[in-house]
């Protein structure tokens, strides 16, 4: 659940930015779009990296045990 947290935080930031940057209310919902999405491919390719970690330790293990 941290996660979601960390995505929303960052979303909120990004769109405040970007609002404050252009003035533009659309421009703020933007900015906090591609902000949020943006971290949450981050936290995706975290995700990814450690799942493919956890196989390779699992394939290690079988093999050597």
């Known amino acids: 659940?941290?996660?979601l947290w960390v995505i929303l935080i960052?979303?909120?930031?990004g769109g405040i930015l970007s609002?404050?940057?252009?003035?533009?209310?659309e421009d703020g919902v933007a900015g906090a779009a591609?902000?949020?999405?943006g971290c949450a491919?981050?936290?995706f390719q975290i995700f990814i990296?450690?799942?493919?970690i956890l196989i390779?330790?699992?394939?290690?293990?079988?093999?050597?045990?």
Request: aromatic share 14%; net charge positive.
């Open 34 to 37: 591609a902000s949020g999405a």
């Open 41 to 43: 491919i981050v936290i």
């Open 19 to 25: 609002y404050l940057s252009s003035g533009k209310a």
């Open 56 to 65: 390779f330790l699992k394939i290690a293990g079988w093999l050597f045990s």
């Open 1 to 3: 659940m941290t996660w």
């Open 10 to 13: 960052v979303a909120a930031i």
């Open 49 to 52: 990296a450690l799942v493919g």
